[in-house]
């Protein structure tokens, strides 16, 4: 698969909640495992969750922990991230990606081989 599409970002107050979605084209989304990084301005990017292939085995992020989802859809090709108590620390674009890396998990960007455009997510005080 060579292009993501995430979708679902905006503006919400503190301790509000959003799904972003992340959608693949090709026929192999089921033979990657995904991952939703972010990047805030003036910092490097970050991992935040991932998605094994096929069993739904997941990893965070600590600082996500109990606060954010993972999910994905292999026949819709899509993966989600469900944010919930949102701070205003959250605020960065947030992207997907995808990476062939298939036995335990990898929070390094490197690893990853493909990557959506981004969406930005604004948490307000």
């Known amino acids: 698969q060579a292009h993501l599409v995430e979708s679902g970002g905006g503006l919400v107050q503190a301790g509000g909640s959003l799904r972003l979605s992340c959608s693949a084209s090709?026929?192999?989304?089921?033979?990657?495992?995904m991952g939703w990084f972010r990047q805030a301005p003036g910092k490097e990017r970050e991992f935040v969750a991932a998605?094994?292939?096929?069993?739904?085995?997941?990893y965070y992020a600590d600082s996500m922990k109990g606060r954010f989802s993972i999910s994905r859809d292999n026949a819709k090709g899509t993966v989600y991230l469900q944010m919930n108590s949102l701070k205003p620390e959250d605020t960065a674009i947030y992207y997907c990606?995808?990476?062939?890396?298939?036995?335990?998990?990898?929070?390094?960007?490197?690893?990853?081989?493909?990557w959506g455009q981004g969406t930005q997510v604004t948490v307000s005080s």
């Open positions: 998605i094994s292939r096929n069993n739904g085995d997941t």
């Open positions: 090709g026929r192999t989304f089921s033979s990657y495992t």
């Open positions: 990606a995808s990476t062939s890396i298939v036995m335990g998990f990898t929070t390094r960007p490197s690893a990853y081989n493909y």
